[in-house]
Each structure stands twice: as C-alpha cells, then as structure tokens.
C-alpha cells in the first residue's frame, strides 16, 4: 500500500510524540502545575486547620514528597515512558491488572485535581464576571482544554509563560510583605508551637494532609518522558528542582499570610491572596487577583496534559483500547484521550466541593506513591544490574517514602 492509500486513521495511530521539551521548559511545567495547584487555592484551608502554624504544614508535606521525589527520579530514569506509575508498576510487580490500577488513579488524581482548582479559580474569577461558580468552572475548562490538545510544545510554552507571570506575583507578596512588614522578620519564630501540647500539632498535621494537595505535581513531570529531550538526565534534575523552589516559595508566602492577617479571615475568603496582597503591598488587589486567575487556569492546563498522556501510554502498553492512544497527525497530541479527560473534568468541577476534591486527590495520591515506592524496591531487589549512567537513590530511599506515604494515608482516612 503506498503512503496515498493508507488509512488516516491508521495512520494517526501510528503516529509518536515528538520530543520538543528542554529542561527549563520542564521545571516551568513543573512548577506550573504544582504552584498553580495549590497556593493560590488552598492557603485559606489551611490557615483554617493550622492557624498561624500553617507554614510548618507546607513543610511537613513537602518531608513526606522528598523520599519519594528521588523514587520518582531513579524509575523515570530506568523507564522514561508516558504512563510512568502504571510502567513503574508493571515492571516492580509484573502485572498488568495493577499497572491498570495505578494508572487510572494517576489519571483520577489529575482530574480532580484540575477539578478542584476550575472550583478554586470561581472565587477569583467572579471579581469580573458574575455568574455561578459551576458555569465558571465549566468554561473554564473547556478553554484550557483546547490550549492542551493544541500542541506540546506550543501549551507548555503557554503554561510556562503562565508560570512565570504566577511565580512573579507570589515573589510580590513575599517582597511587599518583609518590606511593608518589616516585623513580620521578628515574628517568624511564632508559627513554631511553643509547647508540646498536642492540639496545635494535630492541626498542623491535619492542614499538612491539605497542604500535601499543594505539591501534586511533581510527579506529573514523568508522564511527558516522552516528550523530553534527554530524559535520563532532565528528568531528575526537574524533579528536584520543582520541590525545591515550590517549597521555598509556599512557605514564604504563607508565613506572610498568616502573620499579617487572621487565620479566621483567610479561612473566610474565597481569594485569601488577594487579601493578603492588598495588605502587604500599595498595589491595587485587581493585580494579584489576575494573576491568581492565570495561576489556576494554569493549573488545569497541565493537569490536563498529563492524564490525557497517562490515558495514551494505558493505550500504547497494550492495557487500554487502541482508541486512546490515536496521535493526532496536526497536533502530535492525543486528541481522543484529551477530550475524554475534558468530559471527565467538567463533570467533577460541577459536582463536587473544593476541599472535598483536594483530600481526595491527595489520598489517592498516597495511595499510588505508596505503590510506586514499593515497585522501586522490588525493582532494585530483582534486577542484578541498572541501566548506565542513571540516577539511582540508596535502598532506604524508597523505603523512608514507603512507609511516610502510608503514614499520611492512614492519617487522611483517619482524619
């Protein structure tokens, strides 16, 4: 058959993800979808559980991602495919049915995570537009759906210009709060409890299981492997990178937040950053509020490239329907697996509450980082030898993410 005669269908699905992303554009992907999907949504939530004691949150989330950041690191090295868990899953424990599992709870976690945050944005975006907080959200969705079926190179590069401008709005506050709160300095050792009493620490643990929502994101880096130019040796350093400064940047912002004003207010507030913005800083609020709007739209945009590839990598490991995992000829993107992820997204955002989808989103994450930990010990306990030149992390590495993923699971199922 000559290329004139063959099937276009046929030949979308032959088509391959093109490798078009570098490591800056990673880390700025990365960065997107974790700040985007947290900060600007949850810092009311969480003042609300822990109070002044919020901060400490953050860092205690971000304790519980490190050991398994470097999990991530090693297996996305051995195996740098679209799917990573579901990969990383099938080969720790040869099987196909749990591959299937985990990668549909991936694909959960990113659509109700972008869920969650189309709710958030409501509250930001009714500044502007009066109308109901589902019929935001739906819109919403729909528009950063059809900038990620675009293209990865052209809506990752739109996410990243995203990210830069959200990232410059956190760094206002942080500025305008130790510059036009100079005490703030002096008072950053009170959001460390000052006695060993148990209530403030469960409220730190509580906002912390919240506050874990912050950094799901991460690990959304390994599912565009596959679009990555040299991943062997991008990967881990975006990894890392995004945590780092993701870290840093919550825990200054919310240091400000909830020493410059109440805990109750921010908890009150449908756009906390705003208030906090207008506090700290002689600016006009309407700044931050646009900001937070490019933050969360943001958010959702990269959500929805991430379970959308999840879906196709299901389909080209022989574990979902051929349909899923159909190329777009123009686009070089995964049209069919998108739209479906879309469908799925809007139907949560017009269901569901904001922190009823962040608590699931985050225990169902514990559950898959729980899983992939293991897989990597499994995988390092069965293979004598590594690929070379990888990064590779010690064995208790996976071990200390294993059981401090399982801990904070039980916690959030507890709680």
């Not at 690191?73 to 749990?98: D, H, I, M, W």
């Not at 840093?248 to 507030?269: G, H, M, N």
């Amino acid at each position: 058959m000559s290329d004139q005669e063959r099937n276009p269908i046929e030949e979308a699905a032959r088509q391959k993800l093109s490798r078009r992303l570098t490591l800056p554009l990673l880390v700025l992907y990365g960065l997107g979808v974790t700040i985007g999907a947290g900060i600007y949504v949850l810092i009311g939530a969480t003042a609300g559980r822990a109070g002044i004691h919020a901060p400490l949150a953050f860092l205690l989330a971000a304790a519980v991602m490190g050991p398994t950041c470097a999990s991530f690191a090693e297996l996305t090295c051995r195996l740098p495919v679209s799917a990573g868990e579901a990969a990383f899953v099938k080969r720790g424990f040869q099987s196909n049915l749990l591959s299937v599992i985990v990668g549909l709870m991936v694909i959960s976690v990113g659509s109700i995570s972008a869920a969650a945050i189309a709710v958030g944005s409501a509250g930001y975006i009714r500044v502007f537009f009066v109308l109901s907080t589902e019929m935001i959200a739906f819109l919403v969705i729909l528009a950063m759906g059809a900038v990620a079926i675009w293209g990865i190179l052209e809506s990752v590069s739109f996410a990243a210009v995203m990210t830069a401008i959200e990232i410059a709005g956190l760094l206002l506050i942080i500025a305008g709060g130790f510059f036009f709160e100079p005490q703030i300095v002096s008072r950053l050792p009170e959001i460390v409890p000052q006695s060993f009493e148990l209530a403030p620490w469960i409220g730190i643990f509580s906002a912390g299981l919240l506050a874990f929502f912050a950094f799901v994101g991460f690990e959304d880096l390994v599912n565009v492997a596959e679009e990555v130019k040299n991943p062997k040796k991008a990967m881990p350093s975006a990894i890392f990178l995004t945590l780092g400064i993701s870290t840093l940047i919550y825990f200054l912002v919310v240091s400000v937040a909830v020493l410059t004003l109440p805990a109750s207010e921010l908890a009150r507030s449908e756009a906390p950053l705003t208030l906090v913005f207008e506090k700290v800083t002689p600016m006009p609020p309407v700044i931050i509020t646009l900001i937070a709007i490019i933050a969360t739209l943001n958010g959702i945009i990269v959500q929805i490239i991430m379970a959308s590839r999840v879906l196709y990598g299901l389909s080209a490991q022989g574990n979902l329907p051929e349909w899923f995992g159909r190329i777009n000829s123009t686009t070089h993107t995964p049209l069919n697996a998108s739209f479906v992820i879309i469908a799925f997204i809007a139907g949560l955002a017009v269901t569901f509450p904001l922190t009823g989808l962040a608590e699931t989103t985050s225990a169902i994450t514990l559950a898959v980082f729980t899983i992939v930990n293991l897989a990597l010990i499994r995988i390092r306990k069965s293979e004598d030898s590594a690929p070379p030149d990888i990064f590779m992390v010690p064995i208790w590495v996976p071990w200390t993410g294993l059981f401090t993923c399982l801990l904070f699971l039980i916690g959030s199922i507890i709680a």
